[in-house]
């Protein structure tokens, strides 16, 4: 397993006690804090900041222990969301011609597609609209080489046991608002998404359900996250490629206004470490 040195971009944890990696991967591509010398926002960095899913890298960070890769984004998410599809973008948004084909989706009138240009409490991000240079160089030199890394780890892993499993790592405000498409609610502890069904074998996300749901936590599943870009891409169940999203609820271990941690995270950390544990012992066994 051979990669370009993208350590800007993102970080690749290999199993630490193994050179055998188990047929899992877990990505945590919205944890990044890095935030790019050219990104030019003009709005407050916590405003920024309320779009990462903060230490979402450190709650997995015992992935490797487990014998199982890790990925990390080093850049943040509200300067390119790599789980948007490199073409979610307005030409409307652009301040001068792009002759590529860009294909926005829902997301970019809420300001939150491939380049957020809004914030969570509806700020403008920029004084000016992003150009067609901007656009091109976010996708060349944060997108793909991100995406390069999930898809190759996805299709080695593949290619070593006959299948493969992908944990997509994500976190959630604890209430969302009158801007969600499902309304102003308090949500679950956990949301698995797995696009209905269409993403990951239906025994793999039981699996992450049951175990959180005997650890006492509340669980839902496709609602109101089912998982986007990352889940759908390169999943294909029916070829053995199986990818499910999970979001924690981020009041579970930090303060979300502060974006701090919790007094107690370090005793909520095992209960994620034990959910990763579950999972990649599920990837094992479907070969035993």
């Not at 990925?71 to 030409?91: E, G, K, Q, V």
């Not at 491939?114 to 067609?132: F, G, H, P």
């Not at 029916?238 to 502060?258: F, P, V, W």
Request: glycine letters at 4%; charged letters at 25%; hydrophobic letters at 35%.
């Amino acid at each position: 397993m051979t990669y370009q040195d993208n350590s800007e971009v993102f970080n690749l944890a290999l199993p630490t006690n193994s050179k055998d990696p188990a047929p899992i991967f877990f990505d945590s591509p919205h944890s990044g804090t890095d935030y790019p010398a050219d990104f030019d926002y003009v709005v407050p960095v916590l405003d920024l900041r309320t779009a990462e899913d903060a230490f979402i890298d450190d709650l997995y960070s015992e992935v490797p222990n487990l014998g199982a890769i890790l990925i990390d984004a080093n850049f943040p998410r509200i300067f390119l969301d790599t789980n948007r599809s490199d073409l979610d973008f307005s030409h409307d948004h652009l301040e001068d011609t792009h002759d590529g084909i860009l294909e926005p989706s829902q997301k970019v009138d809420m300001g939150k597609g491939l380049i957020w240009t809004r914030v969570i409490n509806n700020s403008e991000i920029y004084d000016r609209k992003i150009t067609a240079a901007e656009l091109i160089h976010r996708v060349e030199s944060y997108w793909k080489p991100y995406h390069t890394a999930i898809e190759t780890t996805f299709m080695d892993l593949h290619a070593k046991h006959g299948y493969a499993y992908h944990v997509n790592c994500h976190s959630m405000p604890k209430v969302s608002t009158i801007h969600d498409p499902e309304g102003p609610m308090i949500r679950a502890d956990f949301v698995l998404g797995d696009r209905d069904g269409t993403t990951c074998e239906p025994g793999f996300t039981h699996a992450a359900r049951d175990h959180l749901v005997a650890q006492g936590f509340s669980v839902e599943i496709n609602f109101p996250y089912k998982g986007a870009e990352l889940v759908r891409r390169y999943s294909d169940p029916s070829n053995h490629l199986h990818s499910l999203q999970i979001e924690i609820n981020r009041s579970l271990y930090m303060d979300e206004k502060a974006i701090e941690k919790r007094a107690d995270y370090e005793a909520f950390k095992p209960a994620i470490t034990n959910l990763a544990a579950t999972l990649i012992d599920y990837a094992k066994a479907r070969n035993s």
